[in-house]
């Protein structure tokens, strides 16, 4: 394992210096038009499902050293929850550790499970927690911030529970605007909400009360939800990049892995066509975060190395 990281690393190196050398003429004609990131859930989901051991400074280091701009946040991983917005110490001492490795905390993800609860007073109490972690994410200095609605109807039919989590979201959506975040939510296949239906349905309510939802853009959940058919920009066409408000890049095979989630593979590696999702994004004006998701991806260095270099061959040929 130590060989291959090493490998990876010094082919990350390389990369680097050549997207320098090519990006600095660019650079100099116009701002980068999108930012890159990668997500710490691939590194909790491999160390959780492979026992690998990935210590947050080694992940921060390859992070910075590959070209990366900024970091998601997981819940749990490396270690403990999120701090609460009133703890200004460990957020100090959180924002001086990516601060250091020149990476910007760009967004977090957050549990939604009781966005969309039938009990009226388990909903405000998610609308509370949820404005406790727009607090820390604008503290940290994110620009965005993303939701996952898991977890069972319980007591209510799809069409109620959709409603729920519609307003659910529109008021959390209305919480992040006023910090200055951009709220956004990704369904999945195995999911209670697991469809294109489904999707459009909650940014149709929002759309209705002029509320500021976005999607996050996964191309393995778009691409189950689009037949399996490796081509998963054709649903995100019908959705509207106008909608996206940031991205999770990966590529896929259109089958789940072990029924819990959409296989994520890394970018090549899978039946995606990459190059449309990416082509669909830029001409459709998405000009925010691309964040490599390596969930359960057995070595996430390398998915996240085959996504950046996607990215950047891409944006050399646009």
């Not at 200055?180 to 999911?191: K, Q, S």
């Amino acid at each position: 394992m130590l060989t291959h990281r090493r490998e990876i690393l010094k082919l990350a190196g390389a990369s680097l210096a050549l997207s320098a050398v090519r990006g600095s003429e660019a650079a100099a004609a116009a701002p980068r038009a999108w930012k890159t990131a990668i997500g710490l859930n691939g590194f909790m989901s491999a160390s959780q499902k492979y026992r690998q051991s990935y210590p947050i400074w080694e992940v921060l280091d390859f992070a910075s050293g590959s070209g990366f701009d900024g970091v998601e946040l997981v819940r749990g991983w490396p270690m403990g929850g999120y701090p609460a917005a009133d703890q200004t110490h460990r957020i100090r001492a959180l924002r001086r550790m990516y601060d250091g490795f020149g990476l910007k905390v760009f967004s977090l993800q957050t549990a939604a499970r009781d966005a969309f609860a039938p009990d009226p007073l388990a909903r405000a109490g998610w609308v509370g927690e949820f404005h406790d972690w727009a607090r820390f994410a604008k503290a940290v200095g994110c620009d965005c911030i993303g939701m996952w609605p898991g977890g069972p109807l319980g007591s209510q039919t799809i069409d109620e529970a959709l409603a729920h989590l519609a307003d659910s979201f529109c008021r959390a959506a209305g919480i992040a605007e006023e910090l200055g975040l951009v709220a956004a939510f990704e369904i999945e296949p195995p999911f209670v909400f697991n469809s294109e239906e489904h999707m459009r349905r909650i940014l149709s309510e929002a759309a209705s009360r002029k509320c500021p939802l976005k999607v996050i853009y996964d191309p393995s959940h778009f691409d189950l939800m689009n037949g399996s058919t490796g081509r998963p920009h054709e649903m995100l066409s019908r959705i509207g990049v106008e909608n996206v408000g940031y991205v999770h890049l990966t590529d896929g095979d259109g089958t789940l892995r072990d029924g819990q989630t959409s296989k994520h593979l890394p970018c090549g590696d899978g039946h995606t066509d990459m190059d449309a999702s990416l082509e669909t994004l830029w001409k459709g004006g998405f000009r925010g975060w691309v964040m490599i998701d390596a969930w359960q991806i057995p070595d996430p260095y390398d998915a996240c190395t085959k996504g950046k270099q996607a990215i950047d061959r891409f944006l050399a040929a646009s």
